[in-house]
């Protein structure tokens, strides 16, 4: 009997795909281990004025909050003042690197409104 078999060669395209492979896995679990052992930022929150809609009560102005910060914000009160009419809502979070809504109503067209984060809490 003769035990001198041969094995085919792999082609090189089925060791470079391999190779490819093997470092995208490597890049992907090297993201994912640096992501989690970097510090994450507390809330970074910014409102404004997206949408304004004249009703029979008067002028809806619809606000965003977003979050550009990694942890979420609870509690989130917001200001919006214009001219001597102000008005405030409470949001009851707005999650990291995510976005809520609010409506504030006005007599006059608010598109001049100063829309701020006045504060918010820990969940």
Do not use: C
């Not at 809609?53 to 990694?70: C, F, L, R, S």
């Not at 809504?101 to 007599?107: E, G, I, V």
């Amino acid at each position: 009997m003769n035990t001198n078999s041969t094995h085919p060669k792999r082609p090189v395209l089925q060791w470079s795909m391999a190779a490819l492979g093997g470092a995208v896995t490597v890049a992907a679990i090297s993201v994912m281990v640096w992501e989690g052992l970097q510090p994450s930022a507390p809330p970074m929150l910014r409102a404004r004025i997206v949408e304004i809609e004249a009703t029979a009560a008067g002028h809806v102005a619809m606000v965003q909050v977003t979050n550009d910060g990694d942890e979420t914000a609870a509690a989130v009160k917001i200001e919006a003042v214009l001219g001597d009419q102000t008005a405030t809502a409470t949001l009851d979070y707005v999650p990291g690197h995510g976005e809520a809504k609010a409506y504030f109503r006005f007599d006059a067209n608010p598109r001049t409104a100063v829309v701020r984060v006045q504060g918010w809490s820990a969940p």
